[in-house]
């Protein structure tokens, strides 16, 4: 069965940091790529961060130069490191994970909030 769980959700100030982190069973973790998206109240989901199998990366311009994707392909984990949040950072984030003929897969998301 395949599982994404997330963690590392929570309040913090604007300017603050968090990590967020994925734990995978469940699949190939080594051959599909990964990423985070987020949804803002009334706001469609968006993609924050992708993360090739092979390691490359892509970022929103909104998260550029403030996020860092990575991932443990020893532990299964994906990861999400956020410096300098901002208000408008304030979403549930998602892991997922798109893997070669078997599809996607979600998680169930965390919640982030960033205060002014």
């Known amino acids: 069965q395949v599982q994404l769980v997330e963690s590392g959700g929570g309040s913090v100030q604007a300017g603050g940091s968090l990590k967020l982190s994925c734990a995978a069973s469940?699949?190939?973790?080594?051959?599909?790529?990964m990423a985070w998206y987020r949804q803002a109240p009334g706001k469609e989901r968006e993609v924050v961060s992708t993360i090739s199998s092979t390691g490359i990366t892509s970022y929103a311009d909104s998260v550029k130069g403030r996020f860092t994707i990575s991932r443990d392909n020893a532990e299964r984990t994906l990861y999400l490191q956020m410096n300098s949040l901002k208000t408008e950072d304030t979403a549930v984030y998602y892991c997922?994970?798109?893997?070669?003929?078997?599809?996607?897969?979600w998680g169930q998301g965390t919640q982030v909030t960033v205060s002014s």
């Open positions: 997922s994970a798109s893997c070669p003929i078997t599809g996607n897969y």
């Open positions: 469940g699949y190939h973790f080594n051959g599909c790529g």
